[in-house]
Structures are given as structure tokens and as C-alpha cells.
T-cell receptor
């Protein structure tokens, strides 16, 4: 079965880079995702990566995938106060559903 | 395009009462999901529909939770009777489905507090 692990809390100064990590257990997952959740809101897709890729870059976001270690990371360059949120990684599991981690809260200090 | 609509946004009930949540997915999205998000945790799938059929309800507490999507569009999730541990945000999401990336679009959620 699938199980997604994330660390809980990260504080970062505005303008610095932030890195959020995630491990997953289902080696057959074809897609892995990063979602962002702001207070009182639903989850918003940030980016996703196909399992045959090692890296994907999208503006300030860089996703790294290490399939051997089942490790996924999200780097946010030039972190802004609007990046303060909870970030969830997720894997595409059976029946096309997404299995989510517990989330990582990022607090950006001005 | 309009997003996923959910109502009500907030609901406070006493234990053993009943509650219903409504979701209107993005037009044309065949797959609809209900997730439960307890404070401090990630979303957990309760039930998944493909059109009006149930694909996965393995984590739905069927003794108290029910959901339907009768015409393959809107969906309702009901809890009867509610327990204290049902306090959570109930998130509805929809997607086109298919074999590709299957991006889920989420609604803002319905926050339930059971006293």
C-alpha cells in the first residue's frame, strides 16, 4: 500500500530558498504531486512530476525525484510571504486516487 | 472556469445529530472525491465516484457515513449520527480521470465541528 511521510515545520526568511522533503513507499506510483493549502482554503495544485523524470522546474519551483530512495523534494526559490502555507506531497495510487502526506507547514519570516 | 463548489462552509452540531454536505464539481469532470482532513493531518480519501458509480469507499465508515452522486454531477456526503471524532474539514475534489496525471481540483471545504 501507499504511505507518504513528511516533516512537519519549516521557517525561512523572505528571499531565501526553502526545501520541503517527502518520502513515499509505493514504487509503482506514476505521478507525484505537490499541493499548497493556505488557511481556510482547499488544496491548490502547485506542480507534479512523472515518475520517469528526475527533475522538473516551473518558475520558482524545482521538484527533484529520487525513485531509488522514493524521495521527493520541492525547492522554492526566493521565498515570499505569500508562500507561507502547508505543503502536501501526494502520490497517484490505485483507482486514480491521490494519497497525501501529513503536510509540512512553511512560515516565511519577513 | 468555475471551481469546485461546496456548502456549507461551516457547520456546528452536537454529537448524535446528522449533517449533510454538498459538492458541485467542475463541469465535465467524471471523477469526484470526498476527503476528510482532520486538524494537523493530510487529507484521507473517504469515497471516490466515477460518474455515478462508486470506485472506492474502502475507508468510508459505512455505519454512519453515506454519499451519493445520483446523476453523475453533484454529490452529497451525510453523517448520521455524528461523533466527536468526525470534527474535520470535508474536502470535495474532482478530476477528468484517465491514465495521465489526473490532476485533482479541490473545493474550499466544509468545516464540521461536533460538540
Amino acid at each position: 500500500g501507499e504511505d507518504v511521510e513528511q516533516s512537519l515545520f519549516l521557517s525561512v526568511r523572505e528571499g531565501d530558498s526553502s526545501v520541503i522533503n517527502c518520502t513515499y513507499t509505493d514504487s509503482s506510483s506514476t505521478y507525484l504531486y505537490w499541493y499548497k493549502q493556505e488557511p481556510g482554503a482547499g488544496l491548490q495544485l502547485l506542480t507534479y512530476i512523472f515518475s520517469n523524470m528526475d527533475m522538473k522546474q516551473d518558475q520558482r519551483l524545482t521538484v527533484l525525484l529520487n525513485k531509488k530512495d522514493k524521495h521527493l523534494s520541492l525547492r522554492i526559490a526566493d521565498t515570499q510571504t505569500g508562500d507561507s502555507a502547508i505543503y502536501f506531497c501526494a502520490e497517484k495510487a490505485g483507482n486514480n486516487r491521490l494519497a497525501f502526506g501529513k503536510g509540512n507547514q512553511v512560515v516565511v519570516i519577513p | 472556469e468555475a471551481g469546485v463548489a461546496q456548502s456549507p462552509r461551516y457547520k456546528i452540531i452536537e454529537k448524535r445529530q446528522s449533517v449533510a454536505f454538498w459538492c458541485n464539481p467542475i463541469s465535465g469532470h467524471a471523477t469526484l472525491y470526498w476527503y476528510q482532513q482532520i486538524l494537523g493531518q493530510g487529507p484521507k480519501l473517504l469515497i471516490q465516484f466515477q460518474n455515478n458509480g462508486v470506485v472506492d469507499d474502502s475507508q468510508l465508515p459505512k455505519d454512519r457515513f453515506s454519499a451519493e452522486r445520483l446523476k453523475g454531477v453533484d454529490s452529497t456526503l451525510k453523517i448520521q449520527p455524528a461523533k466527536l471524532e468526525d470534527s474535520a474539514v470535508y474536502l470535495c475534489a474532482s478530476s477528468l480521470g484517465g491514465s495521465g496525471a489526473n490532476v485533482l481540483t479541490f473545493g474550499a471545504g466544509s468545516r464540521l465541528t461536533v460538540l
